[in-house]
């Protein structure tokens, strides 16, 4: 399975935009790339997913790199409900996920 | 998106006990799987239950601590067994999307073994 690497912390200013980076540097060219995040004491809430595209959603818009090693999470105007870990993850075929360490980010009014 | 419920929603138990818990969704899924995160850490996937067969188990997890059941597709439950305080966790389900592109959590369940 594809590792993923991100930052443990990252700190982002209400209304501003949150860019979460992730590396995937061994990611095969069948695997996906996934969203989630958690915030405290609730289950993990799907935010978006992509192969090789940039895709974009109500929550969120996704930037995958050309050789896709890395991506990156944006949150375009992030609020203090947007306060929570946010896992990257790469799917395998065998569609486990297999979760890392995440970034914990804090939206700051 | 489904809805899933898990219940107990939270449970403290005492060592050498064991605690079922369940997890129903509100569609008939193929693929349902159960977590573990532990306190600070991040999700590890216990095992994966398909309904009819046998639950797939993760390196490290094994069916006698934790059997699973997958009676039909929208209910499943896993048994923490002989528990000792190293099992407080939060306990989630998921379910597979009917597309299987995505997975929905549930709420989790909070256990504290004492």
């Known amino acids: 399975d594809a590792k993923t690497t991100q930052p443990p912390s990252m700190d982002c200013a209400e209304g501003r935009a949150a860019n979460l980076p992730c590396n995937h540097s061994t990611i095969s060219g069948n695997e996906y790339v996934y969203w989630y995040r958690q915030i405290h004491s609730q289950g993990p809430q799907y935010i978006i997913h992509?192969?090789?595209n940039n895709e974009t959603n109500e929550m969120a818009s996704l930037i995958i790199t050309e050789d896709r090693k890395s991506s990156t999470l944006i949150l375009p105007h992030a609020t203090l409900r947007d306060t929570a870990v946010y896992y990257c993850i790469v799917k395998n075929t065998g569609n486990q996920f297999y979760f890392g360490t995440g970034t914990s980010l804090t939206v700051i009014p | 998106s489904a809805v899933i419920s898990q219940k107990p929603s939270r449970d403290i138990c005492q060592r050498g006990t064991s605690l079922t818990i369940q997890c129903q969704v509100d569609?008939?899924?193929?693929?349902m799987f159960w977590y573990r995160q532990q306190p600070g850490q991040s999700l590890t996937l216990i095992a994966t239950a398909n309904q009819g067969s046998e639950a797939t188990y993760e390196s490290g997890f094994v069916i006698d601590k934790f059997p699973i059941s997958r009676p039909n597709l929208t209910f499943s439950t896993l048994t923490v067994s002989n528990m000792s305080p190293e099992d407080s966790s939060i306990y989630l389900c998921s379910v597979e999307d009917t597309r299987g592109e995505t997975q929905y959590f549930g709420p989790g369940t909070r256990l504290l073994v004492l």
């Open positions: 569609s008939q899924v193929t693929m």
């Open positions: 992509g192969l090789k």
